[in-house]
């Protein structure tokens, strides 16, 4: 689902955010991406996404050559991803039930499927009976899921989360966690960076970590037989 192969990101003035960088993520693996601030989290994310380029070496997102992708090919790409924010980036004039529906808008799908998808996709999070709330009225925890039912409501390939449980106590963040495992189930890659080494050593997954934009001698971009612990 996802190859980088030797990919390095030097943004203009210089600043080498990545450095030649291998891994792959297989279909249905999760995995973590972690370091200190400023370690190059964000930008992996960025480049996956597709709102970065590689500044050089080959990346290979579902088939799609990164450096090389047209626009329309770019918008079509985005679709098959789901993205998860620490800050959970909801619209709160509106309901729950339409930030969810937001991403089926956007691509135009039918309304009557669109509905199916949306109260399918908070069923998934334990939301349905909030969906006409505004977001304002739910707990950190509760807005947290309504942004992974809004990840999720497009039925994507990959989900990529940027710090989702940042913001949220222990408990709420191995809710968050369990909630993301089970989409691995139905084939669905997670990439999700997190400096909560508590949380992820906790939790089994393979690790990679990042030291200055390159990979530390700890993290573990090729396990043996697919998903590992870094240890």
Do not use: C, W
């Amino acid at each position: 689902m996802i190859t980088f192969d030797r990919v390095s990101k030097r943004y203009p003035g210089g600043q080498q955010a990545l450095a030649n960088l291998t891994f792959s993520l297989a279909r249905g693996e999760f995995a973590f991406v972690t370091g200190h601030s400023g370690a190059g989290k964000s930008t992996l994310l960025k480049l996956v996404l597709g709102i970065e380029k590689p500044s050089g070496g080959n990346l290979v997102v579902n088939g799609n050559e990164m450096s090389q992708i047209s626009p329309k090919m770019l918008a079509l790409h985005r679709r098959q991803i789901g993205t998860v924010f620490q800050d959970h980036q909801l619209l709160n004039d509106r309901s729950v039930y339409d930030n969810v529906a937001l991403p089926l808008e956007i691509s135009g799908l039918d309304p009557r499927e669109g509905k199916r998808r949306v109260r399918a996709a908070l069923d998934k999070v334990g939301l349905l009976s909030k969906e006409k709330l505004l977001p304002i009225a739910l707990s950190g925890g509760e807005q947290q899921r309504v942004g992974i039912a809004r990840a999720v409501v497009n039925t994507p390939r990959i989900i990529l989360a940027d710090e989702p449980t940042g913001n949220l106590d222990p408990e709420l963040s191995a809710e968050i966690m369990a909630l993301f495992a089970q989409f691995m189930s139905v084939g669905v890659s997670l990439l999700v960076a997190s400096h909560d080494r508590a949380l992820i050593d906790s939790l089994g997954y393979r690790i990679l970590t990042l030291e200055e934009g390159r990979f530390s001698a700890e993290a573990n971009p090729h396990p043996a037989g697919g998903s590992a612990n870094e240890h």
